[in-house]
């Protein structure tokens, strides 16, 4: 079983940076296919991040690409995502997810997720 704990989102303005954290509990971290997903009001949940249990294969949605960076500390069992240059249509919940195996950009994939977290991105 993992817990996974987001760090609080919050509001910022178009074009400024975020940086979320999800803290997991447990000693087998590194063993975990990590996902960061965001739900808006009225659509569904889709996928923005993942990161293997390595670090070294990364994938990203094509909306994010180029502006947001997953990056993992296993030491620290954390995963992370640096949010820059963010639109008003990043506004959304925001949730980190653990995979036992593998791992996709499906949210089915995916055993253990967090609370979610609220970023708002004002225009």
């Known amino acids: 079983q993992v817990q996974l704990v987001e760090s609080r989102g919050g509001l910022v303005q178009a074009g400024g940076s975020l940086r979320l954290s999800c803290a997991a509990s447990?000693?087998?971290?590194?063993?975990?296919?990590m996902g960061w997903f965001r739900q808006a009001p009225g659509k569904e949940r889709e996928f923005v991040a993942a990161?293997?249990?390595?670090?070294?294969?990364?994938s990203y949605a094509d909306s994010v690409k180029g502006r947001f960076t997953i990056s993992r500390t296993n030491a620290k069992n954390t995963v992370f995502l640096q949010m820059n240059s963010l639109k008003p249509e990043d506004t959304a919940v925001y949730y980190c997810?653990?995979?036992?195996?593998?791992?996709?950009?499906?949210?089915?994939?995916?055993?253990?997720w967090g609370q979610g977290t609220q970023v708002t991105v004002s225009s």
């Open positions: 997810a653990a995979a036992n195996v593998g791992g996709s950009r499906r949210s089915q994939d995916y055993d253990y």
């Open positions: 447990g000693r087998t971290f590194s063993r975990y296919y």
């Open positions: 990161i293997t249990g390595s670090g070294i294969t990364i």
